[in-house]
């Protein structure tokens, strides 16, 4: 839904402000979240494109040479761009369509020690800085990769301003040059 429920409050327990936020995950961050931060993704659909279209062309291309529909569609030049989209909406929609709305609903917490994320169905992460690799910033999403591949995407709009500010700040004082966030 978008509600913002973030702030910079400190933390009673360290002295240390701790950034906030809260939001709805929706199909487009998830597909933005894929676009931008998944390589692997993308080069596995890729990969399997390319090993279905091999398939397809050995079977054509060595089997009864007629000229039957399915035969000119296998061989139509467009079938690997095809191929490629209807996978590439598949892992996009797959994952997301799992998810039910407590596990959409996310919270975040953020301090000088770690990044931590929880959603309203109980399931709850706590990374800390020395296991973030990099974190990215994209016009929608906080994009943190970790050190083993993983990824989480933290969606901006859960974040007030202030927030977004102090985000910036820690990271480029946690990562450095890792730190892909704005000015």
């Given at each position: 839904?978008?509600?913002?429920?973030?702030?910079?409050?400190?933390?009673?327990?360290?002295?240390?402000?701790?950034?906030?936020?809260?939001?709805?995950?929706?199909?487009?961050?998830?597909?933005y979240g894929?676009?931008?931060?998944?390589?692997?993704?993308?080069?596995?659909?890729?990969?399997?494109?390319?090993?279905?279209?091999?398939?397809?062309?050995?079977?054509?291309?060595?089997?009864?040479?007629?000229?039957?529909?399915?035969?000119?569609?296998?061989?139509?030049?467009?079938?690997?761009?095809?191929?490629?989209?209807?996978?590439?909406?598949?892992?996009?929609?797959?994952?997301?369509?799992?998810?039910?709305?407590?596990?959409?609903?996310?919270?975040?917490?953020?301090?000088?020690?770690?990044?931590?994320?929880?959603?309203?169905?109980?399931?709850?992460?706590?990374?800390?800085?020395?296991?973030?690799?990099?974190?990215?910033e994209s016009?929608?999403?906080?994009?943190?990769?970790?050190?083993?591949?993983?990824?989480?995407?933290?969606?901006?709009?859960?974040?007030?301003?202030?927030?977004?500010?102090?985000?910036?700040?820690?990271?480029?004082?946690?990562?450095?040059?890792?730190?892909?966030?704005?000015?």
């Amino acid at each position: 839904m978008g509600t913002n429920l973030s702030d910079t409050s400190g933390d009673a327990s360290s002295g240390v402000d701790v950034i906030r936020g809260e939001a709805q995950i929706t199909f487009a961050d998830q597909m933005y979240g894929m676009v931008f931060g998944r390589f692997r993704y993308w080069s596995a659909i890729a990969a399997l494109t390319f090993v279905l279209y091999a398939i397809f062309e050995y079977k054509v291309g060595f089997g009864n040479r007629g000229s039957s529909t399915v035969q000119m569609l296998l061989t139509a030049p467009e079938l690997p761009v095809c191929l490629f989209l209807c996978l590439w909406l598949f892992f996009l929609y797959y994952p997301f369509s799992r998810l039910n709305k407590d596990q959409r609903t996310v919270s975040y917490k953020i301090t000088e020690k770690s990044i931590s994320t929880a959603d309203a169905a109980g399931a709850s992460n706590n990374y800390p800085w020395t296991v973030v690799k990099r974190i990215t910033e994209s016009g929608r999403l906080f994009i943190v990769t970790f050190n083993t591949g993983g990824e989480r995407h933290l969606a901006k709009r859960g974040f007030s301003t202030a927030s977004i500010m102090a985000m910036r700040k820690l990271s480029r004082e946690k990562l450095g040059s890792r730190a892909k966030v704005w000015s």
